[in-house]
């Protein structure tokens, strides 16, 4: 049996799990595992600026294809404990990546080592499992286990703790004879499926919400063809954004408080049945459950089983891996098409596309400083069905995904439970390390980029080119609007005179200069006409230089965004809303007249 050390099974189980790529920042304590890394050959690394960074990166390398698995990489201590808010944006969205960090030496653990911290202790709440390895022969098996667990069941990310004496220990071990634990995913029966279908085919007004199960499961395409057989409209969540285009005819919109279609929610306030797929009734999806439930039939397919009632008990709950249930569904439901049993719904359909056509945002201003919604509208414009948006959260966040237009599956790339600020730029990297040659354009607040903006020297180093919209208030606006509650504006002002920088006004940070410094390209937009002009630029520079590269837009200061404290029924809207075709020119569907 060949020998090699601990750390070189697990670089070689890496490569055969299909691992390709890794994102960290090497260490003392991890050192074996990168010189392990560098002899074996096969997995490329990033090196990120920040521990937290690199899991982000594996995050949005996840995220952007099927069957990603990310990897980052750290050493003891403090690199552990960086990489818990990754790992808990991963467990919150289902989301597998997986974490590797060194540790101080066995014999040393209870002794307050140099940077020895109990990592496994504190990350088990946000992983699916997290193991101290202290024995080197169990390296492959917890490796192979960390994979198994990964991909089984509902998705999520594991740490593995290695203390550097076991990654230095050689252990017998040969690559050759390493096999994958099978997947296991719980699969729904016949019989579920055809009294789901059933009740469906009882009711009058039917939807489908479609949520993130359905992408983790690389199921896209069966959903839109089970509500094309049925002719259900579908409405996405934030998670399940690019299940099926916007501008498809059974598209309804997104319900919610915040990140929400106005003819999404009212679409929604009509039907009387909804099933959903894959999705986990988030709150800020949902609203006051007493308005969300009311006079509604709810079958809900999840493939986590105690997700099914944990926040409101549906009438049927069925535990499978979306993919599973939907080829299913669509078998069902061809059967009954074929037998003529099936309910026309096109006038339901139609009326839901009716709302879509008279219910709509304004997002055509010419005033300077910008208001948000035009950067939208030119984003529009500029970026076309292939592009991939990646954000976290934030007024810029919710507005986005009130006015952008989505069009394929991974191609609304968001964090949507955890939101951390700062997530937007090493996401955006992952993703953009995924699929080198797509369009990657992501979009943040000032505070967000202001977070982790160091990662753009990465992009830099390892050139790695996307485009980053950055829209600047100078505000935390997301709290300044929550604040309007407690009629306060307190700690949430982000202006001041830059000495350095005279021109910007009150607007503070030259984010031009801190880009240009981190070797990336940035240009900054002051009136609307000059947006769509920047974002053409901005894709010529990425293209040539491959770098990133920002537009910043300079915002009015205060713009409040449409959203609701409480429920779908009752949600605020601050801005004029459109009444003719030139408010809203890059609507899904032109404005008509209500």
């Excluded at 285009?245 to 309804?252: F, S």
């Excluded at 099914?308 to 061809?334: N, T």
Aim: charged share 20%; with cysteine.
């Amino acid at each position: 049996m060949p020998r090699m050390t601990a750390a070189r099974a697990a670089v070689e189980i890496l490569k055969r799990e299909g691992v390709s790529n890794a994102f960290g920042v090497p260490g003392a304590a991890i050192n074996p595992f990168y010189a392990a890394l560098k002899a074996s050959g096969g997995v490329h690394h990033t090196l990120a600026r920040h521990v937290e960074g690199a899991s982000h990166m594996a995050e949005g390398y996840t995220r952007a294809k099927a069957g990603n698995i990310g990897v980052c990489i750290g050493t003891s201590g403090p690199a552990g404990t960086d990489m818990i808010t990754g790992l808990y944006s991963a467990i919150a969205d289902s989301i597998p990546i997986l974490c590797i960090t060194g540790q101080a030496p066995t014999a040393v653990l209870h002794k307050e080592d140099f940077q020895a911290v109990d990592i496994s202790s504190i990350a088990k709440p946000v992983t699916k499992a997290a193991t101290t390895v202290l024995e080197a022969a169990q390296v492959p098996g917890v490796f192979q286990q960390a994979f198994h667990l990964m991909r089984t069941g509902r998705p999520g990310p594991v740490l593995i703790d290695l203390p550097i004496d076991v990654q230095l220990t050689e252990i017998e071990f040969d690559p050759e004879l390493y096999e994958p634990i099978p997947v296991h995913k719980p699969a729904a029966s016949r019989k579920q499926v055809e009294r789901a279908v059933q009740m469906l085919n009882a009711s009058e007004r039917p939807v489908l919400v479609a949520g993130g199960g359905i992408i983790n499961a690389d199921a896209s395409e069966l959903l839109v063809e089970f509500a094309e057989l049925t002719g259900v409209p579908v409405i996405p969540t934030l998670m399940g954004w690019g299940i099926l285009p916007d501008d498809h005819e059974l598209n309804a919109g997104m319900v919610g408080l915040q990140t929400s279609h106005r003819y999404g929610n009212a679409n929604f306030l009509e039907s009387d049945f909804v099933l959903g797929i894959g999705n986990r009734w988030a709150n800020r999806h949902t609203g006051k459950l007493d308005v969300y439930t009311q006079g509604r039939t709810f079958v809900h397919v999840d493939i986590e089983p105690t997700q099914i009632g944990k926040i409101f008990a549906p009438d049927l709950g069925i535990a499978s891996d979306a993919k599973a249930a939907l080829e299913l569904f669509v078998e069902v439901a061809r059967e009954l098409k074929a037998a003529g049993e099936l309910k026309d719904r096109s006038a339901w359909a139609a009326s839901t596309q009716e709302r879509k056509a008279t219910l709509q945002r304004k997002t055509h201003f010419d005033n300077v400083p910008l208001k948000p919604q035009r950067v939208y509208e030119e984003m529009n414009r500029a970026f076309g069905p292939e592009t991939r948006y990646v954000t976290t959260i934030g007024l810029s966040q919710i507005a986005g995904a009130q006015m952008l237009h989505v069009y394929k599956p991974r191609h609304w790339i968001n964090c949507g439970q955890a939101g951390p600020l700062g997530w937007t730029i090493p996401a955006a990297l992952g993703v953009a390390t995924a699929d080198p040659e797509g369009t990657v354009v992501a979009l943040s607040g000032d505070y967000d980029f202001q977070f982790m903006l160091e990662e753009l020297a990465v992009g830099a180093q390892h050139r790695i080119p996307y485009v980053h919209v950055l829209v600047n208030n100078s505000y935390l606006g997301l709290i300044r609007q929550a604040q309007r509650n407690f009629d306060i504006d307190f700690q949430v002002n982000l202006e001041f005179e830059n000495l350095n920088s005279p021109e910007l006004g009150v607007y503070g940070v030259d984010h031009v200069k801190v880009v240009e410094g981190l070797g990336c390209k940035a240009i900054r937009v002051t009136e609307p006409d000059q947006l769509l002009p920047a974002f053409e630029e901005a894709k010529k520079l990425a293209a040539e230089f491959r770098v990133p590269v920002v537009v910043e837009a300079i915002l009015e200061r205060v713009t409040n965004i449409a959203m609701s404290g409480t429920d779908i029924a009752s949600v605020n809207e601050f801005e004029d809303l459109a009444t003719d075709p030139s408010h809203a020119p890059t609507a899904i569907r032109p404005l008509a007249a209500s």
